[in-house]
């Protein structure tokens, strides 16, 4: 696994997934099938930021009368479809992306993303596709596996000679969710995964709700690079906040430590459910 191009990959793919815009806010108690975002990220060591949108259609509605806004249409086991566009320094980012719950016990989650980059040197293209099933335990324990499909293509112009290459990963994974949210919408809502390759990383996170429109979250992630490479320790904190359980604001700052690669990533966000 290439643990720059894979890093940016993933990065992108994660950042194009989170919104920031403002919104007219209505009623309380909504019952709410569609949500947008959009999203202002800097990059440090990156000239331009990223700016990006999506589009969420829940396929069923998601209440507000109960738990946390934020994670509601998990703890409500509602499926989803999405869509998005992001773009970062003349890098264009689509995703799709799809949930599924099937009798509260079975969940299919897809996410694809595709980046192009143009430029007088040629074209680069990624692909990256995360697929997971997870089982419920019970209502507060998930526990699952999936694979994440990578792939990278090249038609470099150097002046004097044009050439084209490939290459295609696949990497296992398994992952674990447990929340202790219930009605009320305070509580613990931990995450952990592995992905399993050339390049181990290891992440989670825990992310407490004060109510049902606060929230904070820590996170950790860590990449076991190959020999000649450096170890990847990142640490990040993000703070979610909800007007009422349709409009919400955010923001996030995650950080490299342990080392010189230069990675730090500040986001605002906001989101509109109606």
């Not at 086991?77 to 980012?93: E, K």
């Not at 509580?187 to 390759?197: S, V």
């Not at 904070?216 to 990142?234: E, H, I, M």
């Amino acid at each position: 696994m290439n643990i720059k191009s894979n890093k940016l990959s993933t990065t992108l793919t994660a950042l194009s997934l989170i919104t920031a815009s403002v919104f007219s806010v209505s009623a309380a108690h909504a019952a709410t099938q569609n949500e947008v975002q959009v999203t202002a990220v800097d990059l440090e060591g990156v000239d331009d930021n990223l700016y990006g949108a999506r589009y969420v259609r829940y396929l069923d509605e998601v209440s507000g009368n109960s738990g946390a806004y934020l994670i509601n249409p998990y703890l409500q086991r509602v499926s989803s479809l999405s869509g998005g566009y992001a773009n970062l320094d003349g890098i264009d980012v689509f995703n799709l992306g799809t949930t599924f719950y099937f009798d509260d016990t079975w969940m299919l989650a897809i996410e694809g993303a595709h980046s192009k980059f143009d430029d007088d040197f040629g074209d680069e293209d990624y692909t990256n596709i995360d697929l997971k099933v997870g089982f419920n335990l019970s209502r507060q324990w998930q526990i699952g596996a999936g694979v994440i499909y990578q792939r990278a293509s090249y038609d470099i112009n150097d002046g004097t000679d044009r050439y084209s290459e490939s290459e295609n990963e696949t990497s296992p994974l398994v992952f674990t969710r447990y929340t202790t949210v219930g009605n009320g919408g305070t509580g613990w809502d931990f995450a952990a995964q592995y992905i399993a390759d050339d390049v181990d990383v290891l992440s989670g996170s825990a992310r407490y709700f004060f109510s049902p429109g606060l929230s904070v979250q820590g996170s950790y992630s860590y990449t076991n690079a190959p020999d000649g490479f450096d170890n990847l320790k990142t640490v990040g904190v993000a703070l979610d906040y909800w007007v009422n359980e349709q409009f919400s604001v955010a923001a996030s700052y995650e950080t490299d430590f342990d080392s010189d690669i230069e990675s730090d990533v500040a986001s605002l966000t906001a989101s509109y459910r109606f």
